[in-house]
């Protein structure tokens, strides 16, 4: 074989490589750098950014490593895109009773301006879920999950808002003043081993997965073993809403949470009710998962390709686990600018005795209208202070019929309840 022939096959070849891999389903720089610097939207340090589907304009995403499949969440929107559809299934909603229809949609690009998902495939919802911006108070339509995560590095700086993507040769090396440790990927999820001390002072070693998708802190799943335990004081609440519909159990807290040497004290727990989904649990191994109200207080390295995680603590890491002292659920109306209503309101809590109902809407907070809000400040103002004055202006409808209401005030005076 001539050397130019030889040369000739050589390019060939080169060229079919570079092709095939262009053709392998994930999340690639557009450029031939070490990293790109992409600014997110944190919500109650949920991850939420801006996603161009095949091309349309950017919509709202969440960016989570608790899910497997990229998800939409309106096929009314799937078809305003003009997906492509191949086939059916029902996916078994969080709580294990709810099931929800979807359509599949195989290939898909998904621009997140320098880094680009090819072959993307999307589950998209036949009915539409937008709850979402209900407990968040910014508009979400879908999930990123897995494949965002499966090739690159992935730094998740909390304080800044910056995520950080790596090229997959890139960051061979720890960083400098990061703890590094372990992280398993099992099933297309992420889960790394912590030691909980509960309140009665026993010690647990849980295998946890990393959720960036989930608002809660710490959350352990009380059917998976006989070592968890619930502390003394508690109370019941919604933990969270997915796409089964709304999560209840109870919320407490353990004594600390040591995730490979970086401790943090105090740590509100969410504790869910047994539900059918809960089979699916065991089956992991897991006994829970940290949330984005414990990861959000480090910067955070996921590191799919090399089966580990790097931690260093972040800027509030020392900040008290603070519940809500009112007890209001707020919720914010999807679709609409800024308006709040009060999904529950718990047993014998202060805003309980002021007479504040369930479905009332909140007109004004410490005299500032509610247009001048965002949830998450709501969220923060009712954490801040126990004993703080929290002025409401509500108004109340009569027979579900929004041309018929009173409007009354009360004032609420926040008590932590644990």
């Known amino acids: 074989m001539t050397y130019r022939k030889v040369l000739v096959l050589l390019v060939l070849l080169f060229h079919f490589a570079a092709s095939g ?44 490593t608790g899910v497997r499949s990229n998800i939409l969440f309106s096929k009314a929107l799937g078809d305003a895109l003009g997906l492509k559809y191949t086939r059916r299934l029902s996916i078994a909603g969080a709580d294990g009773s709810t099931v929800i229809m979807a359509q599949v949609s195989p ?7 320098e880094v680009e998902g090819n072959l993307q495939s999307l589950l998209v919802l036949e009915e539409n879920f937008l709850e979402l911006e209900s407990v968040i108070g910014v508009p979400v339509y879908g999930i990123i999950g897995y494949e965002f995560f499966k090739f690159n590095p992935v730094k998740i700086n909390y304080d800044s808002g910056i995520l950080e993507f790596y090229r997959g040769s890139a960051m061979k090396w720890k960083p400098l003043f990061y703890r590094k440790f372990d992280m398993a990927i099992e099933d297309s999820k992420a889960y790394v081993t ?43 609440s919604q933990l969270g809403q997915s796409l089964g519909g709304i999560l209840y159990g109870f919320i407490g807290r353990v004594n600390s949470l040591n995730i490979h040497g970086l401790v943090m004290k105090d740590v509100l727990t969410s504790y869910p009710d047994k539900t059918s989904f809960s089979n699916l649990i ?8 940290l949330g984005a109200e414990v990861l959000g207080r480090t910067t955070l390295v ?10 260093r603590k972040g800027e509030n890491f020392y900040a008290p686990f603070e519940f809500d002292m009112s007890g209001l659920i707020i919720k914010k109306v999807p679709n609409d600018d800024n308006r709040f209503f009060i999904s529950e309101v718990r047993e014998g809590s202060p805003a309980y005795k002021t007479g504040v109902l369930a479905f009332d809407e909140i007109l004004s907070i410490n005299r500032v209208p509610t247009f001048l809000w965002e949830l998450s400040e709501i969220f923060k103002l009712l954490r801040s202070e126990e004993g703080r004055e929290i002025e409401l ?22 008590k932590k309840q644990i």
């Open 21 to 64: 891999w262009a053709q392998v389903p994930g999340f690639f720089m557009k450029d031939d750098v070490r990293k790109v610097k992409m600014p997110f939207y944190s919500a109650n340090s949920l991850i939420i950014m801006p996603v161009s589907i095949n091309g349309s304009e950017p919509i709202n995403f969440l960016v989570d």
């Open 107 to 113: 290939v898909n690009s998904l621009d997140f301006g």
């Open 194 to 236: 912590a030691k909980v001390t509960q309140k009665d002072g026993s010690k647990l070693e849980a295998k946890l997965l990393i959720d960036t998708g989930a608002n809660h802190g710490l959350l352990l799943n009380p059917e998976t073993t006989d070592e968890i335990t619930m502390p003394p004081v508690f109370i019941e």
């Open 282 to 289: 065991l089956a992991t191994g897991r006994q829970g998962s």
């Open 302 to 311: 996921l590191d799919y390709p090399r089966n580990r995680a790097m931690l």
């Open 393 to 414: 202006e509500m108004r109340r409808y009569i027979d579900n019929d929004l041309a018929k209401f009173s409007d009354y005030k009360v004032s609420i005076f926040l």
